[in-house]
């Protein structure tokens, strides 16, 4: 007897310009424009195996090896609606003998290989990985640029319209390297997708440093934060109308011409902008503490310096709606920050990542101990 099943892995992508507000919260539809770097495979990542079986009587999910409710109406069953939809039009209408597994329920199981309490966002590359796990079960993403494509193949922008509906940040992780998410304009959201600007070889010594500040589970969750930004936030509307448009053609020509101090300076302009808004929501919102305010001082010191020394910018932090930093910078400079950032912090025991230079490619810059 066939076993139809499936595993695919996503990784976390790091927002440079900030998804912050939805203008249809159904559908996930964004305020603005937004672009990340998505981590490399090998690092932080979700692994999801999706299994279909006639003999399953419900569709169970399981993350980190515990099981899970499944919303009624929820986003999980938005985004299976969806797949099923797709398989059912593109491959089970056309071809009568192939099996229905629309029809049948199936069983989830995700895993994150980062620490779940390291408090980082993990719906990104949790919702990602699912979308392509199942669209692989449903034998939909065997998309290839070339010509020899299978016509029922959902291309990654396809999919990202899915992994949307689980959640925005969701929708980058199906490309690697650096992705936008066109906030489009249309009502139904088809316009609302994720694009790949470059791969990630393009930028190879291009590096994110993650700084966990705190591992806490976040006071105020992204969803209900940005709601209650889009509602109250008279700042948020400059943001959208007349900051982010000018900023994503910016970073984008930048990220093509691998301008480190365009990059730099937009990303952690927009990060600090966004923590703005944060402040300006009614009532406000926190997410940086006294520790995320050090790491900015440090770093913006460390770019004062090295602007007069050299004429160029050594790092961009950026925060997203927590404590914890993410530190972009060039290889060169990794081993420089690494030594800056444990010298005025040094690590406590509970130190979920025990050794820092795994983050950078798994191997250690030159000349390191
Ligand atoms: C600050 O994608 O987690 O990380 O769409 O409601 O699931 P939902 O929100 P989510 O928000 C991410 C917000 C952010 C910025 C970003 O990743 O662009």
Same mark, same amino acid.
């Given at each position: ?11 976390? $992508? ?5 998804? !912050?507000? *939805? ?33 399953? *009587?419900?569709?169970?999910? !399981? ?36 099996? *229905? ?79 936008? !998410? ?20 393009? !930028? ?9 500040? $705190? ?37 984008? *020509? ?34 940086? $503490? ?18 007069? $020394? ?60």
């Amino acid at each position: 007897m066939a076993i139809y099943q499936a595993t695919t892995s996503a990784p976390v $992508n790091i927002a440079c310009i900030k998804y !912050w507000g *939805k203008r249809d919260t159904t559908l996930i539809l964004p305020t603005n424009s937004s672009l990340s770097v998505t981590l490399s495979q090998d690092h932080l990542r979700s692994t999801t195996t999706s299994q279909a079986d006639p003999s399953f *009587k419900e569709t169970r999910l !399981w993350l980190n090896g515990k099981e899970e409710d499944i919303k009624s109406g929820g986003r999980l069953e938005r985004c299976l609606k969806e797949l099923k939809k797709m398989r059912k039009e593109r491959i089970e209408d056309k071809d009568h003998n192939a099996p *229905k597994l629309s029809e049948w329920n199936i069983h989830v199981a995700s895993y994150n290989n980062f620490p779940t309490a390291a408090g980082l966002a993990s719906s990104a590359s949790g919702f990602a990985a699912l979308t392509s796990s199942i669209a692989a079960l449903y034998d939909l993403n065997n998309f290839s640029p070339s010509s020899s494509a299978k016509p029922s193949a959902a291309s990654p922008s396809e999919l990202s319209l899915v992994a949307r509906l689980g959640s925005g940040s969701a929708c980058r992780s199906l490309f690697g390297g650096f992705v936008a !998410w066109e906030a489009g304009s249309l009502p139904s959201g088809t316009d609302s997708l994720a694009v790949q600007v470059a791969p990630q070889e393009h !930028w190879p010594t291009l590096h994110a440093l993650i700084c966990v500040v $705190n591992d806490a589970k976040k006071g105020t969750s992204s969803t209900s934060g940005m709601q209650r930004t889009v509602e109250t936030s008279a700042l948020l509307q400059h943001r959208i109308k007349e900051v982010v448009p000018q900023r994503m053609d910016a970073i984008i *020509k930048a990220i093509k011409e691998k301008d480190f101090d365009t990059f730099a300076k937009i990303t952690t302009a927009d990060s600090n902008q966004f923590h703005a808004v944060a402040l300006d929501t009614a009532p406000p919102i926190f997410y940086m $503490n006294d520790v995320s305010r050090s790491i900015i001082s440090i770093i913006e010191e460390l770019n004062r310096v090295s602007l007069l $020394n050299t004429g160029h910018l050594v790092a961009a932090y950026t925060f997203d709606a927590g404590p914890n930093a993410v530190i972009y910078t060039e290889e060169k400079n990794v081993k420089q920050i690494i030594e800056l950032v444990l010298r005025y912090f040094p690590q406590a025991e509970s130190n979920p990542f025990p050794d820092p230079f795994q983050l950078f490619g798994g191997k250690q810059p030159a000349g390191t101990t």
